[in-house]
Structure formats: C-alpha cells, structure tokens
C-alpha cells in the first residue's frame, strides 16, 4: 500500500523536488515492508538482508539527491522541477 502510496505522490507532486524525493522514500519503505513481511511468513532470512540492503541504498541515495536539491536551489533560489530545463548540458 506504501509503494502505491508513494508512486501516486510522485505523479501528483510533479513541481517540488523535495516532495518528489519523500514519496520515492515512502516508495522504498513499502518496498522493506514487503520483503519483512514475506520473510517473517515464510522463515526466511534472506528477506531481511534485502530490506537492509534497500535501507543502505535508500540512505545513500537521500544523501545524494538532498545535495544535489541543495545546490540547485542554492544557484536558482528555487526547488521547481521547471527550473531544471535551464541547466544546459
């Protein structure tokens, strides 16, 4: 239910780079529900690795996006996905 949750966030909040970042973090959480979920049902610890994983990855990549969001408002003194178009490349 999280992963639709944050799937549908990302479809509506198309403007705001940092809501956009929250709903992909609500997205991850649905997606470490499942695997825990899956492996409490099942006996398997496999599951639980996985969810770890997707947590270290998740950290990683936040850290990666929140700089990147911080600079780009930081140069164009706004977070709009619309401002993007102009970095030129």
Request: include cysteine; aromatic fraction near 8%; charged fraction near 10%.
């Amino acid at each position: 239910m999280l992963t639709f949750l944050g799937f549908f966030g990302v479809l509506i909040g198309r403007k705001n780079l940092v809501l956009i970042l929250l709903c992909i973090e609500i997205t991850y959480v649905g997606i470490i529900l499942n695997f825990l979920s899956i492996g409490v049902a099942f006996s398997d610890y496999n599951s639980q690795i996985y969810g770890l994983t997707v947590i270290i990855l998740a950290a990683a990549e936040s850290v990666i996006m929140l700089s990147l969001i911080i600079v780009h408002s930081r140069r164009r003194k706004s977070i709009n996905i619309d401002s993007l178009n102009l970095l030129g490349g």
